[in-house]
């Protein structure tokens, strides 16, 4: 017993030991960084899905420099490439064109890194040695603070500011130690309560959405994942509206839980039962390559064919609907003559309230608080961070080959859908 203490305090010390050797000597070899007087002007920063990006622009003199990029410094750079180019001197870049592309955050190593600029010139004394130039980002945006939480595998959590000694944006990686309310992926069942969606040849599609939902998150859960709906059976009777914007509502659920992304079940109808196929609804500006996974894989495993709709067709099956000039006109009709307070809805809004209020200033959220009493209040409309959302209509009610598709083949389109999700997150 007298043995077991002593290895015990041996221990002990041996750790506190080597903290204090790291903390006093190693930590302090990380050598420091002397950024440049000119500072990086950032206009806009954002996180939608698991993919973080940002835009800024810099102004120096000397323009001859080889390469431009951002880096992560912690005692060692992590380069990250970046879109760059001149306008009226100024160096403006972006991580990239596409939301749901740039930074993936969830497997950055824990520790604390700092956000720079670095220009590459040429050294005419030693070509083997570039000189290498830091400029520190300054957030000019209206998010000074952001908190991020990955998938469940990695387990972190994130904190982007510039409360540090460069007052560079930084980013402070740990070990999520304390939320545990989070979630990896949101499932929306389409409709609710007094809302049975859509109808057609004695069936609706709250027949589907919710069972299919549930599938969908038993299977998720098996890979590890963390899944959150949107409204449970059970939760409405049918003489209840199921809330969309107000705390807990379907469209803020996702954010409240801080998941990554989220997908919206439907399906379809239309007064001509010729109409068929499946269609599914993204947001603008994006890499496509998911979406059009989750089609190929629904059309492969279940023999559905894809949507015959052309309006706001990207590809084979997806689809793509921000509003129209003609669209807002019509959403803020009678506006005025009611004395109510118009939103700030643009052509950059996604027309699907699921898509749009889920990812924030991305995907031209607009719900606020004008007509509290009217639509409820999402707090979340202005947010920086955002989910990347897809609705899918899985086949049409009202064509009669798709509700017997759907009606013998169930659990292979959730089998479909559950594929695609585990390639895209490498499960």
């Given amino acids: ?13 041996a750790s506190f030991l080597g903290y204090f050797i790291y903390v006093n000597y190693i930590k302090e070899q990380i050598p420091k960084i002397n950024p440049e007087e000119e500072k990086v002007a950032i206009s806009k920063y954002f996180i939608y899905g698991n993919h973080f990006n940002i835009e800024g622009s810099l102004e120096v003199e000397d323009k001859n420099y080889q390469d431009v990029v951002l ?12 879109n760059t180019n001149l306008d009226e001197g100024k160096i403006v870049f972006s991580l990239s064109e596409e939301i749901n592309e740039g930074l993936y ?25 570039p000189i290498t130039k830091y400029y520190i980002l300054d957030n000019n945006t209206e998010y000074t603070d952001v908190e991020y939480y990955t998938l469940t595998k990695y387990n972190n959590r994130i904190m982007i500011n510039s409360d540090n000694e460069y007052q560079t944006m930084n980013f402070i990686v740990s070990e999520n130690k304390t939320n545990n309310e989070i979630a990896d992926i949101t499932i929306d069942p389409g409709h609710g309560g007094m809302d049975g969606g859509g109808a057609a040849n004695d069936y609706k599609e ?7 939902s549930n ?20 939760d409405l009777t049918q003489n209840e509206v199921l809330d969309e914007y107000n705390t807990h509502g379907r469209a803020v659920v996702p954010n409240e839980v801080k998941s990554k992304y989220t997908f919206s079940i439907h399906i379809n ?5 010729r109409v068929s196929g499946l269609e599914i609804y993204t947001a603008d500006n994006i890499n496509y390559d998911f979406a059009r996974s989750l089609a190929d894989n629904i059309i492969n495993y279940t023999g559905l064919d894809y949507s015959t709709n052309r309006m706001y067709k990207m590809f084979d099956g997806v689809y ?10 019509s959403s803020l009709a009678g506006y005025e003559e009611n004395n109510y307070n118009p939103y700030n809805v643009t052509e950059e809004s996604n027309y699907l309230y699921m898509i749009r209020e889920t990812g924030g200033i991305m995907t031209g959220a607009y719900i606020d608080d004008s007509n509290p009493e009217e639509v409820g209040v999402n707090k979340y409309y202005n947010s920086n961070i955002g989910n990347e959302t897809y609705l899918l209509e899985l086949g049409y009610i009202s064509n009669l080959d798709d509700l017997n598709n759907l009606l013998e083949k169930e659990d292979q389109y959730v089998e479909a859908i559950v594929t695609a999700i585990k390639e895209e997150l490498g499960l």
């Fill in 105 to 129: 955050l969830d497997d950055i190593e824990r520790g604390t890194y700092y956000l720079f600029l670095k220009l590459t010139y040429e050294n005419t004394e030693d070509i083997e040695k």
């Fill in 206 to 212: 709250t027949d589907f959405t919710m069972d299919i």
């Fill in 320 to 329: 793509t609907h921000n509003f129209s000039a003609a669209e807002i006109a």
């Fill in 269 to 273: 109808k239309n007064e001509s039962s």
């Fill in 1 to 13: 017993m007298k043995k077991i203490i002593i290895i015990i305090v041996v221990l002990i010390v």
């Fill in 71 to 82: 880096t992560l410094y912690n005692g060692k750079d992590r380069d990250i490439k970046i």
């Fill in 215 to 234: 599938k969908i998150k038993d299977k998720l859960e098996k890979l590890g994942l963390k899944v959150k709906l949107t409204h449970e059976e059970g």
